[in-house]
Nanobody, 123 residues
């Protein structure tokens, strides 16, 4: 079993920055993919970013490319999402997720989810 705990959400003005953290526990994560997704009210959950622990590549949704950066701390089994130049349309609940295997952009491919953290960007 894998447990994921997000933190770092909050209220920020447009153009501001936030850093989300995801602490993972439960088993070895070297063969897992970690992803960030978000869900705005009335919308489907959408992919934001992902990486696989054994791969240096990172993946981003077009809507956040150049503004968001995903990173990791292997020693802490943690993933981070640095969000810069935030826009009101980034407002959503952000979820950390994990799956066994390679990166995927589909939420349905992820087996484990955190509780979510609210990000609100005011205009």
């Amino acid at each position: 079993q894998v447990q994921l705990v997000e933190s770092g959400g909050g209220l920020v003005q447009a153009g501001g920055s936030l850093r989300l953290s995801c602490a993972a526990s439960g088993r070895s994560f070297t063969v897992y993919t970690m992803g960030w997704f978000r869900q705005a009210p009335g919308k489907e959950r959408e992919f934001v970013s992902a990486f696989t622990w054994t791969d240096v590549r990172t993946y981003y949704a077009n809507s956040v490319k150049g503004r968001f950066t995903i990173s990791r701390d292997n020693a802490k089994n943690s993933a981070y999402l640095q969000m810069n130049s935030l826009k009101p349309e980034d407002t959503a609940v952000y979820y950390c997720a994990a799956r066994y295997g390679s990166s995927s952009l589909r939420a349905s491919d992820y087996n484990y989810w955190g509780q979510g953290t609210q990000v609100t960007v005011s205009s």
